[in-house]
């Protein structure tokens, strides 16, 4: 599904400036209107805007915006390609020209448009990962990928390319990079419905990946051989055996993978593959550790595990996952350019 704006952002900006714009105040309403389902009503309101001043982009936008709702996107593609040179034009207008094409079965045009919205707005994470989806859609997924890990470089925290690759890999026979790209997502975007899905595709990823016999613990995360792979897998490996000896009957649920997942991040981070190979998540893992709040962050993490694992613990804890999410909150990860995680990052 596609997302063209965060209608309560958008809300929250015109509301504000409205003192100091007259025009945002009618914005606004119309807004509203289209928010209520009264196209006609809210393209008078913008009408009446353009007509005090034809050069009012956010006017235009919403104008657009009100017949792609309609479905009518030939007349929604019209407007806003008026509009591509406007000073004040976002890479939403491309994303939403883009969408459009895409949806009235031009996925070439599409494509042609991200293109070009992107050499304008080069760091635009949401073009990236819609020229991606028109690859992932036809079924191309090796085609989708470099344009997800671009978004990624280009927009490090911009969460949705992160989903895509988390997806595609958790799905796939190297699930290293799929259960890394989407703990990063969860910590992007919190507490939505992806999230949610999220967190039950990794629940499920890593209890797929250890079986424990009378032999030993066996993992399997990743089949590509890399020097990354190898070391995350060994690492993770040793991390389950040593578990595997301090329980008296080795089963994969959340308070296990708790024990796992803090020895990997002992061993990881006092190894030389942290330096070789640095990952923020893991280093992010430690700083919340610091804070005591590892055994709180794992459970969010994992709340969508099955059997109400997260809210047995949650409610024996309320009071430690009180104090963790009023740290949480305001000190999240810090993903920047210079410190992304991609997959074609690690093996190069």
């Known amino acids: 599904m596609k997302f063209i704006f965060t209608l309560f952002f958008i809300l929250g900006i015109f509301t504000v400036f409205a003192q100091e714009n007259p025009a945002a105040k009618e914005i606004n309403e119309a807004i509203k209107e289209m928010d209520a389902g009264n196209f006609s009503?809210?393209?008078?309101?913008?009408?009446?805007?353009?007509?005090?001043?034809?050069?009012?982009?956010?006017?235009?936008?919403?104008?657009?915006?009100?017949?792609?709702?309609?479905?009518?996107?030939?007349?929604?593609?019209?407007?806003?390609?008026?509009?591509?040179d406007h000073p004040e034009a976002t890479d939403q207008l491309w994303q939403m020209i883009g969408n459009s094409q895409d949806i009235m079965g031009n996925p070439d045009?599409?494509?042609?448009?991200?293109?070009?919205?992107?050499?304008?707005?080069?760091?635009?994470?949401?073009?990236?990962?819609?020229?991606?989806?028109?690859?992932?859609?036809?079924?191309?997924?090796?085609?989708?990928?470099p344009y997800y890990e671009k978004g990624i470089q280009m927009a490090p925290e911009f969460p949705s390319n992160y989903y895509r690759l988390a997806r595609i890999y958790c799905n796939s026979e190297n699930e290293i990079w799929g259960v890394i790209y989407g703990e990063i997502f969860i910590n992007l975007e919190r507490n939505t419905q992806r999230t949610r899905e999220m967190s039950a595709i990794l629940y499920q990823t890593y209890q797929n990946a250890f079986l424990f016999g009378k032999d030993g613990v066996g993992t399997s995360f990743a089949q590509d051989m890399s020097p990354f792979s190898m070391a995350f897998e060994s690492t993770m490996a040793n991390a389950a055996a040593l578990y595997q000896l301090d329980s008296k009957k080795a089963s994969i649920n959340v308070a296990?993978?708790?024990?796992?997942?803090?020895?990997?991040?002992?061993?990881?981070?006092?190894?030389?593959?942290?330096?070789?190979?640095?990952?923020?998540?893991?280093?992010?893992?430690?700083?919340?550790?610091?804070?005591?709040?590892?055994?709180?962050?794992?459970?969010?993490?994992?709340?969508?595990?099955?059997?109400?694992?997260?809210?047995?613990?949650?409610?024996?804890?309320?009071?430690?996952?009180?104090?963790?999410?009023?740290?949480?909150?305001?000190?999240?990860?810090?993903?920047?350019?210079?410190?992304?995680?991609?997959?074609?990052?690690?093996?190069?």
Not at 49 to 71: C, G, R
Not at 116 to 124: C, I, L, T
Not at 281 to 294: A, G, K, P
């Open 41 to 84: 009503q809210s393209r008078v309101i913008l009408e009446g805007v353009l007509q005090q001043d034809s050069s009012n982009y956010d006017a235009w936008y919403e104008y657009a915006y009100s017949y792609y709702m309609q479905k009518d996107y030939a007349k929604a593609v019209q407007i806003m390609q008026t509009q591509t």
């Open 256 to 348: 296990s993978l708790l024990s796992i997942r803090k020895e990997f991040m002992r061993s990881w981070l006092q190894s030389e593959s942290a330096k070789q190979f640095p990952v923020q998540l893991f280093e992010f893992w430690q700083s919340i550790d610091d804070m005591n709040f590892f055994e709180c962050y794992h459970y969010w993490v994992f709340s969508q595990a099955p059997n109400e694992q997260f809210e047995k613990w949650r409610k024996a804890n309320e009071t430690n996952f009180g104090y963790f999410v009023k740290w949480y909150n305001p000190n999240p990860i810090v993903i920047t350019e210079a410190n992304y995680f991609s997959r074609s990052k690690m093996l190069n």
């Open 109 to 145: 045009e599409a494509l042609a448009t991200y293109t070009k919205g992107m050499e304008r707005f080069p760091h635009s994470g949401r073009l990236y990962v819609e020229s991606g989806n028109i690859f992932l859609i036809k079924g191309e997924t090796e085609k989708a990928i």
